[in-house]
């Protein structure tokens, strides 16, 4: 199959996060990759959310590329539903392969398997290839990747994460953090305000406080990241009634130069501070939030240099969200680059596609890099 046809077929398995989950498609991707000579092993962290590491050796001598994609994708309807074709079932209209998935991450996973199965038909790779295919990257990988890494179970000379990026190379990455900030004020009836402090109006200020901060990392004024947003507000009972507490889900970047644990100190710094200036029987409290995030990074290697070349970008580029890569450079120590068709513009919505000359461009990058990539001295 080429890489349109693998793409149709894994858009048409459903693997929604927290809906259908990863199962279904590993059982269709585990047997595609063993009828390609593959070896198989399975790890599941969490029951049903199955994470493949299979691995080929070429006769030659070479490195070990590892390829990392992640199979669950969001739901159909992420707060709305607009979508103008099924969901789960490909459709191909001027040029654009539509379904959920399809640029996130299917399309990257079916450039990167077209490319390596075309390899192995034609015997013209070298070294050793592990395809790495994870669960629960939506959901910050806590029983994916981050658990592979941690349990030491990758090891490679090089990996690409196939995340979309319209096809250009990406050794940097922005972090992503998040926070959940508890705090209480001093509720009643609205009748009687007076003395009462409503914990929304402190978790207003609070903001004002982390925007102040987080703009002090931009390079530069106009720069979008990083920001602050505010992803989930919750608390309160009626309009009727001062609130005694509220809880804010919210989150930032972490730039590719900066250091996720110092954000952490820097923000404890801005909540002790915060609390020290509202009244004594208030409190805020702010602590990472399912697991944190993703560190940034910022990787180079002679691999990635030949990645570009290939690509023909004459500068690499910095994705711009959050993917498993943080993971593999930071706690596996391997040198890597986010790399794959589509654009991130198209993640996550209704009508999601890739073109079909992103996806074709992206394989036959992959394949030349593969073919030449013995050739590289280190």
Known sequence: MNDVEILCKLIEI???????NEKEISIFLKKML????????????????????????????????????????????????LWIVPPNKATII???????????MKGGIASALAAIFRCIKEDNGCGKIIVNLVSDEENTSL???????????????????????????????????FFQTYIRGIGGHTGVPKNKV????????YVEKLKEWINTKKQNVEDIQPFINIGHFQGGTASGTIPSECELFWGTRVLPEDNFDDYVLEVNEITKKFQNCIPNDCCIETKLFEG??????????????????????????????????????????????????????????SNEFVKITDLNKCTGILYKFLISVGDINE
């Not at 409503?198 to 200020?205: D, G, H, R, S, T």
């Open 198 to 205: 409503n914990p929304f109006e402190l978790a207003f200020q």
């Open 34 to 81: 063993q009828k390609n000579g593959f070896e198989i092993e399975e790890y599941e962290f969490e029951k049903g959310r199955p994470n493949i590491i299979a691995t080929y050796s070429f006769s030659r001598t070479g490195p070990t590329i590892l390829f990392n994609g992640h199979m669950d994708t969001m739901p159909f309807s992420n707060g709305e539903n």
């Open 292 to 349: 944190g995030g993703i560190d940034s990074f910022s990787s180079r290697s002679i691999y990635a240099d030949k990645l570009i070349e290939l690509a023909e970008e004459k500068e690499f580029d910095v994705f711009p969200a959050s993917s498993d890569a943080g993971f593999i450079y930071n706690i596996s120590k391997i040198n890597c680059v986010i790399f794959g068709p589509g654009s991130l513009q198209q993640a996550h919505m």
């Open 94 to 104: 001027d040029n654009k392969v539509y379904g959920r998935g399809a640029c996130d």
């Open 14 to 20: 459903p693997s929604q996060i927290g809906i259908d």
């Open 143 to 177: 029983y994916g990747t981050v658990q592979l890494c941690n349990n030491e179970l990758l090891n490679a000379d090089f990996a690409i994460v196939m995340e979309p990026t319209e096809c250009k190379v990406c050794p940097q990455q922005l972090g992503n953090m």
